[in-house]
């Protein structure tokens, strides 16, 4: 059974720091690239970061470039986010995405973890 389980979401102040998890399950995580989307009260979901399989390339939105770090170890079938330097507008439900495409493509998400920047 696939899974893909986030943690680490929470209340944090602005400025400040959280660092999220997601641990996959039930599939081939090292040939996976991973991906963290986020989705805030009424927008449509968003792409944040983007990690390869074998973490030799990672990429960004505009919106948290600097701030945010993507991050795998395939040995323990985990990806993180490091988010820093948090702002309101980083409130969100954060979502793991595994995606690997050959002739096609093999797509999997996780549930959510809130993350919700507030003083």
């Known amino acids: 059974q696939v899974q893909l389980v986030e943690s680490g979401g929470g209340l944090v102040q602005p400025g400040g720091s959280l660092r999220l998890s997601c641990a996959a399950s039930g599939f081939t995580f090292s040939i996976y690239t991973m991906r963290w989307y986020r989705q805030a009260p009424g927008k449509e979901r968003e792409f944040v970061a983007h990690?390869?399989?074998?973490?030799?390339?990672?990429n960004y939105a505009d919106s948290v470039k600097g701030r945010f770090t993507i991050s795998r170890d395939n040995a323990k079938n985990m990806v993180y986010l490091q988010m820093s330097s948090l702002k309101s507008e980083d409130t969100a439900v954060y979502y793991c995405?595994?995606?690997?495409?050959?002739?096609?493509?093999?797509?999997?998400w996780g549930q959510g973890t809130q993350v919700t920047v507030s003083s």
């Open positions: 995405n595994a995606r690997f495409q050959t002739l096609g493509v093999r797509e999997y």
């Open positions: 990690i390869t399989s074998n973490s030799a390339i990672t």
